[in-house]
């Protein structure tokens, strides 16, 4: 069975032509993690939950379900398993991602409470099945009611359950959540993992592009597959550029505002916002390095405030323009702050 022959329940973050994780029979990079997860199921030392922390597009999800299909798979034929898993309709596994919407098309923005109690039938009705998997992708999504729910799960977890907890932004979990987990630690993957992975993923590029876009992904595949397939590159090398600029160049950033929030360019959006805060983090890490502390922490300071604004912005589906515009004058306001310091 090839990802393909098997249809999947569409989610929020697909790309369009590209197997997503329920569906890949194989991942690259993260044999350290695979060791330990399968080492500790197979000598009985398997923790109920399991918090896989890393940057968004590594591959944590990818890893989850291939460890479903290892335990799940386990004495079963594998690929009617395998089938199964890619189509959302193996009984002993629930994925639960940010939801569709009531109405019309698209997702909901955050993975609500009322997903997290799907759990609580989800472990009733399958109590005699043996092993119950519960993929909750990524943890990052939970409002505050969703991740006190799990939190109570946690807990008092059902027997022979598994809980395999994706999360890119480890501030963005609850310390009582992470406590209850065992962390395991996703490293990013080397532009040539990336770049073999473009190869079978996206067959019809060259191998120039894909060196290209595995070199700028910044250790994420889902971020190369964008530069890719669909021309985020520029998007990625313009923002960047922006971004570098000791003063805010209002003219080019108003032309990037409208590129990106266009109709259908909701992929370049979110490319221009990955980019941004990783040209800021690094800009705050380089600081720290050469021994500047202030700018360094008030950099920091300001990447963990616009993070919490850019998800308010989402989540209320606010002005996108204009959440570009006050990230590029918070930003020199933050750059003045610390130049005021020296």
């Known amino acids: ?96 991602a940010r939801p569709p919407v009531e109405r019309g098309t698209g997702f909901r923005t955050q993975i609500t409470v009322d997903e997290i109690r799907r759990l609580t039938h989800f472990f009733q009705t399958t109590a005699g099945l043996g092993w119950r998997i519960a993929i909750i992708d990524p943890a990052d999504d939970m409002n505050r009611s969703a991740a006190n729910a799990l939190l109570k799960m946690l807990e008092e977890p059902p027997a022979r359950s598994l809980f395999l907890i994706t999360n890119h932004r480890p501030g963005r979990i609850l310390p009582t959540i992470r406590s209850r987990c065992r962390v395991l630690r996703f490293a990013e993957l080397t532009p040539d993992e990336i770049a073999r992975q473009l190869a079978e993923d996206v067959p019809d590029s060259t191998q120039d592009a894909r060196q290209a876009a595995a070199a700028s992904a910044g250790g994420s595949l889902r971020t190369a597959l964008q530069h890719l397939m669909s021309g985020g590159l520029e998007v990625s090398e313009t923002t960047r550029r922006l ?41 705050a890490q380089a600081l720290a390095m050469a021994g500047d502390l202030v700018r360094a922490e008030r950099l920091a300071a300001f990447w963990q405030a616009e993070d919490a604004r850019w998800r308010e912005a989402e989540a209320f589906n606010l002005d996108r323009k204009q959440v570009l515009l006050t990230f590029f004058n918070g930003l020199a306001e933050a750059r003045a702050d610390s130049a005021a310091f020296h």
């Open 243 to 283: 971004v570098a600029m000791p003063a805010p160049d209002w003219t080019a950033i108003m032309a990037l505002g409208d590129a990106v929030t266009l109709k259908g360019r909701e992929a370049a959006y979110t490319l221009m916002a990955q980019a941004a805060f990783r040209a800021v983090a690094d800009e």
């Open 1 to 96: 069975m090839t990802p393909s022959d098997t249809p999947t329940i569409p989610q929020h973050d697909d790309l369009d032509g590209v197997a997503p994780p329920a569906a890949r029979q194989g991942f690259v990079g993260h044999g350290a993690a695979w060791q330990e997860l399968t080492e500790a199921y197979a000598g009985g030392r398997m923790h109920h939950a399991w918090l896989l922390q890393g940057e968004a597009g590594i591959g944590k999800a990818t890893v989850a379900f291939a460890m479903a299909r290892h335990i799940l798979g386990a004495g079963q034929d594998g690929q009617a398993v395998a089938r199964q898993i890619a189509g959302g309709g193996h009984p002993g596994l629930l994925h639960l």
